[in-house]
Each structure stands twice: as structure tokens, then as C-alpha cells.
């Protein structure tokens, strides 16, 4: 059903032109014997066409369309403008005005459903684009919302296929993301980075598998030059994540080649300083270290909380960014409930 | 000015053949004649913007019945009374109702016939 809005001082005109469009069948008049009521109602109510008189006191059809217009969502809308035949001057005005046709009157049967009909036509068209674009634009974040998904899920799946192959547990990989993001929510970062740091700090050691197993995998302490080629999974981490599309593929590489970097300088693989160091490497230095201290490995037992919390107080400035060891203590209830929430007995899926 | 013709083919041509259309609005006009042609008169004595505007919807109602001169009386009157030139209006008026008085006849004897 159309609705069909008519503006016209004239009874009788408002009578012959409601009879006319009910004749065209499908249509729903709407009358208006006054063009400022008429556009007080448009405020609230949304035509599908609006056929107004042009010569009509208090407001003439002129100013009604630029009122008209001017309304939001109101700019599409088709507009008729019923002028006398000798009126061309305000035709013009009107079609450059907004309106998209005119009648004439003496209003003609013939030429009046034509237009209207013409006028419906091209409003059916619209509402048609204007569904078909929101059901699109659905579908597209339906779809996006889907790939985001199996992106987490492939992350999640690389980065555990690494810890395989390590004597650190899938839920390692897990608490030391949830502490990276409370220590990100700590610095105030906003929503959209602390999410990114979650997903994207479990590719940390993904460079491990690229580590041959008697170094990676050696019970006793690594020699010198063992411990020089294990230090070499951050870069293979970084050369493996690098140049990716995805944003978190991007933080995973970054976070890959620094998190093993010390505030002092004294880290590896680039020696960075500092603020040097990007802070994605800062925060997830903090996390890791702490949850390899406070798991048991087959070669050492785990550490109490204190002496964990300890290392990272003294660590402070030298091993550690200050600020990201204080925002982690900020947050220690929460550092609290990821422990509870993920044990290495159980590993449950992101 | 040339009596006027009831021209019902034109107007009926107008109106697409509608029959039922067109006795609507054969109803319309009779039914609001006398008040039209009241509000007309005592316009005289109101602003010219009451004036303009009764002028004007007399001229809606006598080109509804394809009464070119009589609708041209009308514009005439609304057009003077926009620009304010009133010293002949009362004269206008009076030609005028006498027209829509005219059509009204024809309009009642073709409705009650």
C-alpha cells in the first residue's frame, strides 16, 4: 500500500485528487488542507509520494518542498507540484526546487495516473535498493563476523601447534594473553586494542617451530651457543607472521620479534631500550614471564605468587617496563581469576 | 463574456470517463456553493489576503467544471487583490458571483434531472 500524501487548499481539488489516486488502486490517501500541518505530520510519518499544490496561502508548494527536503530521510521521496498551465516560471523553480514532476490543472485523469503511477514506480525502486542494501550489508558482517572467527581459531590452533612441541601447556598460552590484556585495560588502551593484544599474544613462541628439537626440547640448560640458536624463535616468529593482511597477524609478528627484549637494553634479538621496545613486546614480556614462573615445567617447580610477584617488582626498569609491571599488580583480582579459569589440567577452546 | 456551456464530454474527458467521479464532484460544488459564495462576499470587507485566497478557491471550483471565463474572473480578482488594487472590487465580486450563481443553476437542473 502506498501512501500518498495530498496538500491543497481547494476542497473540492483535495476531493477530486483523493478519488483519482484511490482509483489507481494499492494507494492509501493521506489529506491536507494546510501545507504547515502537512509538514509537521512529515516529520513523523514517512509518504511514498506527496503531490502539493503550488498557490496556497500561509506556505505556497515551493516553500512546503524545501520544508519538505529538508526533513532527514526525506530527500528521495518523489514530489509532484499541481501548477496552473501558465505558471512556467514556478515549474522551473519547482524542478530545481526538488519536486520531480509537475500536473497541471485542470487536473487530467489521463496525465494525472501517468505521473503517479510513474512517481509510485520509481519509490517501489527505491525501497527495493534500499532493502536489498541493508540485507547486503547484513550478509557482509555476517560473513565478516564468520572469517574473524576462523582467523581466531586458526591463531589459536598455530599457536598451539608450536607449544606441542614445547613442555608449555595450551593453557599457558592462554593465561599469558588474559594477563596481556589486563595489563593493556591497566594502561588504558581502548577496547579495540586490548582485544587485539588477547588475540594476537598467543602467537608469541610461535617462532619454536622453526627450533630443532634437542635444543627446544633439551631437559638440562642449553649451552651458549645452544642458547643462541633458541634465541633465533623470535625472529623465526616474526619472519613467519610478517607482511600478513590481517591486523592480528601484524600484532603477532611484532609481539614475536619483541617480546624477549629487556627494558635495559639487555633483551634479544634487537637489544631495544625503552620505550624502543613497542609496547605490545612490553606487555606481553610481563605476562609470559610471569605464568613461566608460576607453572611447573619438568625441569623446575612452580613459583609461590609473592616470589612471582617479587621478581616482577625487582625487574622493574631493568628487565621490565615499569609501567606495565604496575598496571599488571593494578589488576591482580583479575590476573587471580585467569589462573582459576584456565589450570593446565584442562584446556578450554577461545 | 459567453454564457456558460456546460461542456460535460470535456469535463467527463478530464476525469478519465469517471461517471462517478464526476457526480462527486457535481455533489461537491452544489453542496458548497452558498458558503463559498458567502465567504466571497463578506471578503470585501476583510484584508485583501482573505480576498485573494475566497478569489482563489472560487477559481478551483469553476476550472473543476472546464469554465474558463468564469475561472479567469477569479484569477483576475485574486491576482488585483494580491497586488492590492481593490477600488474595482466590489464590482468584480459581484460579476463573479453572479458566474458561479450561473454554473450553480446548470449544475442543480443537470443533478436533479
Known amino acids: ?350 | 463574456m459567453s454564457p456558460f456551456v456546460f461542456d460535460k464530454a470535456s469535463i467527463l474527458e478530464r476525469l478519465g470517463g469517471d461517471e462517478e467521479i464526476f457526480v462527486m464532484m457535481v455533489d461537491m460544488f452544489l453542496q458548497d456553493v452558498d458558503r463559498n459564495c458567502q465567504s466571497l462576499r463578506e471578503a470585501l470587507g476583510d484584508e485583501a489576503a482573505v480576498l485573494q485566497r475566497e478569489a482563489h478557491t472560487i477559481k478551483a471550483l469553476l476550472a473543476t467544471f472546464s469554465d474558463n471565463d468564469g475561472a479567469e474572473l477569479a484569477q483576475t480578482l485574486e491576482l488585483r487583490a494580491k497586488t492590492g488594487e481593490l477600488a474595482d472590487a466590489p464590482a468584480r465580486v459581484d460579476v463573479l458571483l453572479a458566474r458561479v450563481a450561473e454554473v450553480a443553476d446548470v449544475l442543480r437542473r443537470l443533478s436533479v434531472g
Request: proline content about 4%; charged content about 30%.
Open chain 1, 1 to 350: 500500500m502506498h501512501k500518498v500524501l495530498i496538500i491543497d487548499d481547494s476542497e473540492i481539488n483535495l476531493t477530486l485528487i483523493r478519488a483519482l489516486v484511490i482509483k489507481l488502486g494499492e494507494c492509501e490517501p493521506v489529506l491536507f488542507d494546510n501545507p504547515v500541518k502537512a509538514l509537521e505530520w512529515c516529520r513523523s510519518n514517512e509518504p511514498d509520494l506527496v503531490i502539493v499544490d503550488y498557490m496556497m496561502p500561509e506556505m505556497d508548494g515551493l516553500r512546503f518542498i524545501a520544508g519538505f527536503r529538508a526533513l532527514h530521510g526525506r530527500t528521495e521521496i518523489p514530489v509532484l507540484m499541481i501548477t496552473a498551465n501558465d505558471q512556467k516560471d514556478v515549474r522551473y523553480e519547482a524542478l530545481l526546487g526538488g519536486a520531480n514532476d509537475f500536473l497541471t490543472k485542470p487536473i487530467d485523469r489521463i496525465e494525472f495516473s501517468a505521473r503517479v503511477r510513474n512517481m509510485l514506480a520509481l519509490r517501489t525502486g527505491q525501497k527495493f535498493l534500499a532493502d536489498r542494501a541493508a540485507h547486503l550489508a547484513n550478509e557482509v558482517a555476517e560473513r565478516t563476523r564468520e572469517i574473524r572467527d576462523r582467523e581466531r581459531e586458526l591463531i589459536y590452533r598455530i599457536s598451539r601447534a608450536a607449544e606441542f612441541r614445547d613442555p608449555e601447556t595450551g593453557a599457558h598460552i592462554q593465561r599469558m594473553a588474559h594477563y596481556s590484556e589486563i595489563i593493556a585495560r591497566g594502561l588504558d588502551l581502548d577496547a579495540a586494542t586490548c582485544n587485539l593484544i588477547l588475540r594476537a599474544a598467543p602467537m608469541h613462541d610461535v617462532g619454536k617451530i622453526g627450533i630443532r628439537d634437542h635444543i627446544l626440547l633439551k631437559p638440562g640448560r642449553l649451552t651458549p651457543q645452544e642458547f643462541e640458536i633458541m634465541k633465533q624463535h623470535a625472529t623465526l616468529g616474526y619472519e613467519l607472521l610478517k607482511d600478513s593482511g590481517s591486523e592480528i597477524l601484524q600484532a603477532g609478528a611484532e609481539i614475536a620479534l619483541a617480546h624477549h627484549e629487556k627494558y635495559d637494553g639487555s633483551g634479544y634479538p634487537r637489544g631495544l631500550k625503552g620505550s624502543a621496545i613497542p609496547l605490545f613486546g612490553r606487555i606481553v614480556a610481563v605476562a609470559d614471564v610471569f605464568d613461566a614462573l608460576t607453572s611447573e615445567r619438568p625441569y623446575k617447580k612452580a613459583w609461590s605468587l609473592d616470589d612471582a610477584m617479587r621478581f616482577l617488582e625487582d625487574g622493574r626498569g631493568s628487565h621490565f617496563d615499569p609501567l606495565c609491571v604496575e598496571a599488571f599488580l593494578a589488576g591482580w583480582e583479575d590476573v587471580l581469576e585467569v589462573r582459576q579459569r584456565f589450570r593446565d589440567e584442562e584446556v578450554p577452546v577461545i
